[in-house]
């Protein structure tokens, strides 16, 4: 690489605040700089740097006993109008009078590259714990909320693009009972059941998610809201303003 195709150095700065931002991307942690920096594959006095600049523009927070660093409250402020015209704050309302309904956490989901993303999370007032909660990334192909997207994705300009790993049998069986079901091992396994959101086009926006305990989820209760859920789902659907940035997503993982 010559020297006129290096990056300049504000714009390689960016990158890497971005990069180290993105290091805090799912359940909230809170990482010491030298945490922070083995993530980012940074150096510790550049990752200190970096995070200092973040600090002072209010993305990252440091807490002053212990030095982490989290996310700031400056990130929720941008993230606001986003929210607002994606139509989830129309939206939440009635994700969390699903969740208090169900007794279960609601989580919606958008497909980003080959992961589903959850975006929005609505916890019941109770019977509340920590299996309720999807990781904030999985897998497209072997998630349900990832099914739930993929069964329900149209196909486009006359080409099936669904991903040949995942049996087609797999996607028919989602399409035809409307929903998609999941069994998370571990040592007391969770059970996952998603449905698609469809937007005021039809085309499919996000999807709606619960998980807990496969011995409290079990096919009896599965049974009972499954409907509640898809219930909610047409609701919401047409409040969604515009799909186009979430199915272009899923037609590129097509095509590869």
Request: glycine share 12%; aromatic share 4%.
């Given at each position: 690489m010559t020297a006129a195709d290096q990056p300049r150095s504000g714009a390689q700065a960016v990158d890497r605040a971005i990069h180290v931002l993105n290091c805090f991307e799912g359940d909230d942690p809170e990482l010491s700089v030298s945490e922070l920096a083995h993530r980012a594959g940074l150096p510790v006095s550049t990752t200190y740097r970096l995070a200092q600049a973040l600090v002072?523009?209010?993305?990252?927070?440091?807490d002053p006993a212990t030095d982490r660093y989290r996310i700031g409250h400056g990130l929720a402020s941008l993230a606001r109008p986003a929210l607002s015209r994606l139509g989830i704050d129309a939206a939440a309302p009635h994700l969390y009078a699903l969740?208090?309904?169900?007794?279960i956490t609601v989580s919606l989901s958008i497909a980003d590259d080959r992961d589903a993303v959850t975006v929005f999370q609505a916890r019941p007032p109770v019977y509340f714990c920590s299996n309720q909660l999807p990781q904030a990334r999985q897998p497209l192909r072997s998630s349900a909320v990832g099914q739930a997207l993929l069964a329900f994705?149209?196909?486009v300009d006359g080409l099936d693009r669904r991903p040949t790993p995942l049996p087609t049998t797999d996607l028919d069986r989602v399409r035809r009972?409307?929903?998609?079901?999941?069994?998370?091992?571990r040592e007391d396994p969770v059970r996952s059941v998603a449905v698609p959101i469809l937007g005021p086009?039809?085309?499919?926006?996000?999807?709606?998610?619960?998980?807990?305990?496969?011995?409290?989820?079990?096919?009896?209760?599965l049974r009972g809201i499954v409907p509640a859920m898809r219930q909610i789902a047409g609701r919401i659907g047409p409040l969604f303003q515009s799909t186009a940035a979430i199915t272009d997503t899923p037609v590129e993982l097509y095509s590869r």
């Open positions: 002072r523009g209010r993305l990252l927070e440091q969740a208090a309904g169900i007794k994705t149209p196909v009972s409307g929903f998609a079901v999941e069994i998370i091992e086009d039809r085309q499919v926006w996000g999807a709606l998610g619960v998980q807990a305990r496969s011995a409290r989820l079990n096919e009896e209760l």
